[in-house]
């Protein structure tokens, strides 16, 4: 290396340290901006990876297909029964809401979205979603699906965001556990196996009577992104530790096969 | 200059599909990491200046499509992959003569040991951000088994941007001409 190449060496460490001492704003804006060029490159590789994930489900032998059909006849029959049954329950339940003269209860709006891109990293677990701020998102609105939370939104570009997963380690609910008054702190674990990711429930009280099987949901704590009664799994274990209680939940989102995706706008 | 081109190009895109890669079950989940493994040939096959440049590209790249902000925390910051980058290219150097001379092998243990190195980095930051380190084989799987698919996947990269034109002549030491 001769004298030139220290400089430029120098010149780079320096360039490097500059985007060091940047503040987590200024980078998350320069993420936003990465997103923004990279965003037709990423739904392409998204529409991509799709049909090649269509083409291998559409490869079935006819005993799959008649199997399948078997199942969804089945099920078909199951939710127009279970459909009825709610439609009855409704009804009641708007009678008896108007009986005691109580409001509304207000619902909220979803927005649906679709994964376009997963985390390659080793050590962060989060997705990227094809909405953003031109569709009225906004940085840590919660997202979900029909089985429960997923997750919350941190940079936000104009047609893209990041989803931060519930399996990352750094995305904390306050949570309770269904038919208790057990609350704690529900979170990811820094680096899951090859298996179905597990969530850990903490300071819970040691005593808690908690068994396998019960439900646990957002508990909503006022400031808080989450409102309350979002499910978000099932316990699995529970054990007391010198301090406090821990309980290891499955959650009822299935994470490896994420797909659609709704945000949370905001009460309707 | 095709290949020089084709170098910057397939960093960016290598981000972009690293996304639809799924992990791959054998090795405990762990990632495909195509940059690294496309840098390492950079570094040891582009002059100082234009490597420095690449990495100053990779790192960037690599920042902005990793970066990990939770309300105002930052867990490895905009810069920290430029920094790695730089001195692993640098480092690489003193290799370059050898691969010249069309040791391929030089760019596939590179290539592992520069993935390795970079996830273990991040690890460590990690958990340094994070007040408590952890350490174990879900950890290990999580940093030897993207450097185990670098090893093998470099020699790929090798031949395939052997195929390309490569139009930069090359002055080694005291002035013999290298073919690059």
């Not at chain 1, 927005?111 to 009225?136: E, M, Y």
């Not at chain 1, 979002?230 to 290891?248: N, T, W």
């Not at chain 2, 450097?147 to 030491?173: D, E, N």
Request: aromatic share 10%; proline share 4%; net charge positive.
């Amino acid at each position: 290396m001769n004298k030139l190449h220290f400089i430029l060496l120098g010149v780079a460490v320096l360039t490097a340290v500059v985007f060091l001492s940047f503040s987590s704003e200024r980078m998350r804006s320069w993420q936003s901006g990465y997103l923004r060029v990279s965003g037709p490159a990423l739904q392409a590789g998204s529409a991509i990876s799709g049909r090649v994930a269509k083409l291998q489900k559409g490869l079935k032998t006819l005993d799959q297909l008649e199997e399948e059909n078997a199942a969804l006849s089945a099920q078909n029959s199951e939710l127009r029964a279970s459909s009825q049954l709610s439609g009855d329950l409704e009804s009641e339940n708007k009678r008896l809401r108007a009986a005691l003269d109580y409001r509304e209860r207000s619902a909220f709006k979803l927005l649906p979205a679709q994964i376009i891109g997963r985390d390659a990293s080793s050590w962060w677990n989060t997705v990227k979603i094809n909405r953003g701020f031109a569709q009225k998102v906004d940085a840590a609105q919660p997202v979900l699906t029909a089985e429960g939370l997923v997750g919350r939104t941190t940079t936000v570009s104009k047609d893209i965001s990041i989803v931060l997963l519930l399996t990352d380690e750094n995305c904390q609910v306050a949570a309770r556990v269904e038919g208790t008054n057990e609350q704690g702190i529900l979170s990811g674990q820094r680096v899951a196996g090859n298996s179905s990711p597990e969530l850990v429930l903490n300071f819970l009280n040691r005593d808690a009577n908690l068994q396998p099987g019960m439900k646990v949901f957002t508990a909503g704590v006022s400031g808080a992104v989450f409102p309350a009664g979002i499910p978000l799994g099932v316990i699995k274990e529970f054990r007391a530790r010198e301090l406090d209680g821990q309980a290891i939940v499955e959650p009822f989102a299935d994470f490896s096969r994420l797909e659609d995706v709704f945000v949370v706008l905001g009460s309707q | 200059m095709i290949r020089s081109v084709a170098l910057f190009a397939a960093i960016y895109l290598a981000l972009v599909a690293q996304e639809f890669i799924p992990p791959v079950p054998f090795l405990g989940g762990a990632h495909l990491l195509l940059v690294p493994v496309l840098f390492c040939y950079g570094a040891l096959w582009l002059p100082f200046p234009a490597m420095l440049g690449l990495s100053l590209f990779t790192g960037l790249l690599s920042d902005l499509a990793f970066l990990h902000v939770v309300g105002d925390r930052v867990e490895i910051g905009l810069g920290w992959s430029m920094l790695f980058y730089v001195f692993l290219g640098t480092a690489l150097r003193p290799l370059q003569p050898l691969f010249l001379q069309g040791r391929w092998e030089v760019h596939c243990l590179a290539s592992g040991a520069a993935t390795l190195s970079l996830l273990l980095l991040q690890y460590i930051m990690v958990c340094l951000r994070r007040g408590s380190f952890l350490f174990d084989w879900n950890v290990c799987w999580h940093i030897a088994g993207p450097a185990v698919l670098a090893l093998l996947l470099a020699p790929l990269v090798y031949f395939f941007f052997k195929l390309l034109p490569a139009g930069i002549p090359l002055r080694g030491r005291g002035g013999q001409h290298l073919t690059r």
